[in-house]
């Protein structure tokens, strides 16, 4: 790579980072979009994406490291503040790129967006970290506050987390959500068999293995599977692991009606309709148009017949079907989101305590909305892409308590691939990420029994 294209991408990465923190925008959307809207280079992408994500990932790490050498940090343009940032982590935890380097390229950029005030600070920074060292991370005495800063996440994350998992659990999860996530798919078994899907990504030259844990996904160790000719073709579909096993909860039957509740982008939708092998119906409902056409997007490219996607806020899914009128009945609920830092780390820094409140009231809404759509002897499942008790367990806790006419379903374990089935647990599966490098993921699955008023004055 030349000089000038190494600048280019600092540069790009910099603009990036400030465009995130500056809208609150979720770090994976604008990344993909600056990747495809330059159309970037492979090997550009690979630093592009280390540099956004580890820069983000780091943040509060970073910072500080760099506080006892900023004597006014707040009076510091942003720019220049994440430029710094940006190249103390490639110092900091990049081998490949030696110190001389990214501190050069960092003044480069410093002279040319300010002036040589600007360059000469960023310079004298970055030089006597050099020479100096960093603080030690040892020397915080409270233990959550030096986790917490270690890991960078959130204080009254870390706090939350301990009081609900213990420290341990929580050491592992916040340094699980510093590493990079494999990219993983589901292949479309109606279409093709692992091995063969396998076997086609490997000779266009994907280096791929297969999930131990879920029997139709596989791993790509190197390649964006996107690019691939099998993905365009309808072969698989980009799926985190943990999400695919949804569709393993509801334990789906042949000619079954069923309602995906939140269903964009369709991951979720189409390995129902997969399982269900192109019988029965699927309703996938979203409250964004944009995101509906996903849907169909989704089903096309996989050659789907099954599913009929629909613009519709779910909390009046009682105003457009019958009650009792789905065999199944998905909700993965919109939530904190606390489970998919490694993807979008920007979510630490920009989710509040009262966020997670704020959600559980919304899940409790929508599931108090799906629930009589449910046929008697049919399954709800509910799921988060979370790790947080009060969004998951507590949610479904406060959802039994109101709705006596469901129960918890005992059979959600024999239901599960059989890596999965240890995890399971009274009040349903709860996946942490650093159990086998998934999202961090919730599912419960619920049972109706009884639904008349008369039936719910007798229990």
């Not at 001389?100 to 480069?108: F, G, K, N």
């Not at 050099?130 to 506050?145: F, M, N, V, Y």
């Not at 959500?177 to 396998?198: F, G, H, K, M």
Request: hydrophobic residues 40%.
């Amino acid at each position: 790579m030349t000089a000038k294209a190494k600048k280019n991408v600092r540069e790009t990465a910099l603009d990036l980072l400030m465009a995130i923190e500056k809208n609150q925008s979720y770090s994976n959307l604008l990344l993909n979009n600056e990747i495809n809207k330059h159309q970037l280079p492979q090997k550009d992408v690979g630093l592009l994406t280390e540099l956004i994500y580890g820069t983000l990932q780091r943040k509060m790490t970073l910072d500080f490291f760099l506080a006892p050498f900023l004597k006014q940090a707040k009076r510091l343009e942003n720019w220049v503040l994440q430029l710094l940032r940006l190249t103390l982590y490639q110092m900091v935890f990049l081998d490949k790129i030696p110190d001389r380097a990214a501190i050069h390229e960092a003044v480069e950029i410093a002279k040319k967006r300010g002036h040589k005030g600007i360059a000469g600070l960023v310079n004298g920074v970055l030089r006597t970290i050099q020479r100096e060292g960093l603080p030690a991370l040892e020397k915080i005495p409270d233990s959550l506050e030096r986790l917490a800063i270690e890991t960078s996440h959130p204080l009254w994350l870390v706090r939350r987390w301990v009081g609900q998992f213990g420290y341990e659990i929580t050491k592992q999860m916040c340094e699980t959500n510093l590493t990079a996530p494999l990219q993983t798919a589901r292949v479309n078994l109606l279409r093709i068999s692992r091995d063969e899907c396998v076997r086609l990504l490997e000779e266009e030259g994907f280096q791929i293995e297969k999930s131990p844990i879920i029997p139709e996904a596989i791993r790509s160790i190197k390649g964006n599977l996107a690019a691939s000719q099998a993905f365009k073709s309808g072969l698989f579909t980009i799926q985190d692991e943990s999400s695919m096993l949804t569709a393993y909860a509801l334990d789906i039957k042949e000619n079954e009606q069923v309602l995906d509740a939140c269903a964009a982008p369709g991951g979720k939708s189409t390995h129902i309709a997969e399982k269900l092998k192109q019988t029965g119906q699927v309703f996938s409902l979203d409250l964004h148009e944009h995101k509906v056409k996903l849907i169909h997007d989704n089903a096309d490219r996989l050659g789907l017949t099954n599913i009929h996607p629909r613009v519709l806020d779910s909390r009046m899914a009682g105003r457009h079907f019958d009650e009792e009128s789905f065999d199944r009945v998905l909700l993965d609920a919109p939530c904190s989101g606390l489970g998919v830092m490694r993807r979008k780390p920007d979510i630490k820094y920009t989710k509040r305590e009262q966020d997670v409140e704020r959600l559980s009231r919304i899940q409790q809404d929508l599931l108090d909305s799906v629930a009589p759509l449910v046929k008697i002897g049919g399954i709800l499942v509910y799921s988060t892409c979370t790790v947080d008790q009060q969004e998951n367990n507590g949610t479904i806790e406060t959802f039994l308590r109101n709705h006596r006419e469901f129960r918890l379903d005992p059979s959600l374990k024999q239901r599960m691939p059989e890596a999965i089935q240890p995890l399971v647990k009274d009040s349903g599966l709860q996946i942490f990420p650093q159990n086998f490098g998934s999202d961090g993921f919730y599912i419960a699955a619920l049972t109706k029994e009884k639904t008349t008023v008369q039936d719910r004055k007798e229990v």
